[in-house]
Nanobody, 122 residues
Framework: QVQLVESGGGLVQAGGSLRLSCAASGRTFSSYNMGWFRQASGKEREFVAR????????YYRDSVKGRFTISRDNAKNTVYLQMNSLKPEDTAVYYCAASGVGTTAQNAYYYWGQGTQVTVSS
């Protein structure tokens, strides 16, 4: 069992930055691929970024490439999402999730956090 707790969300102006954190419980954190997903009001949840257990492989949705960076610190059982050059369309609840495989498919992620709200004002 893995418990995930996100933090770091908030209100920021367009062009600003935020860093989300996701703290995981358990001693096997490094064995999980970690992903960030987001859900805007009235829309389907969508993949944002993922990182392999070692941190050596990352993957992003096209709309955040060059602006967002996913990273992890396995010693701290934490995964991060650094978000720069934020746009109003990045406004959403952001969730971190854990999977046994490297994938963008949500149904392959079996542990989820409760989410943290990110609001970008224009």
């Amino acid at each position: 069992q893995v418990q995930l707790v996100e933090s770091g969300g908030g209100l920021v102006q367009a062009g600003g930055s935020l860093r989300l954190s996701c703290a995981a419980s358990g001693r096997t954190f490094s064995s999980y691929n970690m992903g960030w997903f987001r859900q805007a009001s009235g829309k389907e949840r969508e993949f944002v970024a993922r990182i392999s257990g070692s941190g050596g492989t990352t993957y992003y949705r096209d709309s955040v490439k060059g602006r967002f960076t996913i990273s992890r610190d396995n010693a701290k059982n934490t995964v991060y999402l650094q978000m720069n050059s934020l746009k109003p369309e990045d406004t959403a609840v952001y969730y971190c999730a854990a999977s046994g495989v490297g994938t963008t498919a949500q149904n392959a992620y079996y542990y989820w956090g409760q989410g943290t709200q990110v609001t970008v004002s224009s």
